[in-house]
């Protein structure tokens, strides 16, 4: 595979030669991944570096997957305008449960090394923590792009914030990493590693970093905004947001997810073939022809899927349509309700409807359409 494939869309690979001199110790080399545990899925941007370390494996060294349920609790700053909520530990824990399935999507199950931060962390005293505190210095970290705005604009940053390159540092320290992947956005965090590994007497590991996948609406991809993709989401629905992605972003999208070119021609059949690929890495090929025979059907034709879940109604008659639409189809409001049965994107049994409230037999055994997309048949009365 070689040196090339390794450090395929790699933005950073520091020290400069280092990784060729990693590569020289003849032995299988640690490659370190930490994850924190803020959201329950692991989507397709966090997975460009997970493919890295795929790469990694296949040419026979271990990757190491840390699940960061410790330092999920002090939150990580990086590329932030203020300070992370703090998740329970109850939501920590249920997040950290889904991650493992979620990354063996890409992983190599017998290369990889799966770790929980807590295992060290959680044992430091305080004199330990003071110790590793001393091995980087206020202004250095100071020098992060997000803490000097900050800073400057007299925005707080807690001291929480200012341990927390220090703790993933000494996640490298606890597992002995030769190298180190994260997002560009990780850079500062990855450097730090390797001063905090000399200090402790240990070969400082080398930063690989790839860059940040860019979504349909033109931010980076996140599960808090909502313009993700999980790598374990239900398959039409992997599906269907793959096909969002605008024409622009399908060279980047091709090169950063599936490692190729976009074939030549027609951006509608590129799109579709990286979405048969995307559902396929995860769920299998049938899996992706049914999905993509679901998107045939009701987002391209405007049919109804074959399958609608049948949903009781609730007492009361007439019944308010907007309201219906938020409980049964997911709306995110009634305003929003309002608004599509107002643009004639409402229907009840194929017709479009404009009223607000509908008598109970019209919606009793009928089948609702919101939308190109969300449909629910309600149950008989």
Known sequence: MGLDELTRNAVHVLPEGGLKEKLKLDRPLRV???????????????????????????????????????????????????????????????????????AMVILDPDRTEVRRNGEWLSKLSYAEVVRLARTITVARMLERDDFAKRYTSGEPISVSELLYPLMQAYDSVAVEADVELGGTDQLYNLLAGREVMEAYGLQPQ?????????????????????NNIPLTAPPEEMFGRTMRVPDDLLPEWYRLIWEREPPAGDPLEAKLELARFIVTRSWGEEAARAAEDHFTRVVREGQAPEEVAEEPLPEGDPLHLPALLVERLGLGSTSEARRLIAQGAVKVDGEVVSDVDLPRERLAGALVQAGKRRFVRFAPA
Not at 46 to 72: C, K, N, S, W
Not at 206 to 226: C, E, F, H, N
């Open 206 to 226: 080398v930063a690989l970093t790839t860059p940040i996948l860019v979504s349909w609406d033109g931010d980076k991809m996140s599960s808090s905004v909502g």
């Open 32 to 102: 370190k991944l930490g994850i924190d545990v803020t959201s329950p899925d692991i989507h397709l941007g966090r997975g460009i570096p997970l493919q890295r370390m795929r790469a990694f494996q296949d040419e026979g060294h271990t990757g190491v997957l840390i699940v960061g349920d410790y330092t999920t609790r002090i939150g990580d700053p990086s590329g932030r305008s203020s300070e992370r909520p703090v998740l329970s530990d109850d939501e920590i824990e249920r997040n950290a449960q889904t991650y493992l399935d979620q």
